[in-house]
């Protein structure tokens, strides 16, 4: 049984920082591509950045400049990392990766439970 747990979300300032965190847990053989989503209040879940296994990434408009995604193969964890925090950035936050469990031959898409992040103004 595969799982993705984030953490690291919380109340911030307008202007402030946060890191998040998201492991990939369980039978795992390989994961592909690892990012972040985040839906607000009544609008539909968006993406905010995503990374390949290979390095390469891809950031919403949005966040370009403000965000940065990364990861660590060895840990089966993907960060973001959220600077100048805008009161529009809060959202429910989800970890999200294609992910190869022991016995399986394809990926599976798989989404974490959610991590509340909120910037007061």
Known sequence: QVQLV???GGLVQDGGS???SCLAS???????AMGWYRQA?????????????????????????????SRDNAKKTVYLQM???????TAVY???ADIRP?????????WGQGTQVTVSS
């Open 18 to 20: 946060l890191r998040l």
């Open 94 to 96: 989800y970890c999200n």
């Open 6 to 8: 984030e953490s690291g």
């Open 83 to 89: 600077n100048s925090l805008k009161p529009e950035d």
């Open 41 to 69: 209040p009544g609008k539909q879940r968006e993406l905010v950045a995503t990374m390949t296994s290979g390095g390469s990434t891809n950031y919403a408009d949005s966040v370009k400049g403000r965000f940065t995604i």
């Open 102 to 110: 022991i016995g399986g031959t394809v990926y599976v898409n798989c």
């Open 26 to 32: 369980g039978s795992i053989v390989s994961i592909a």
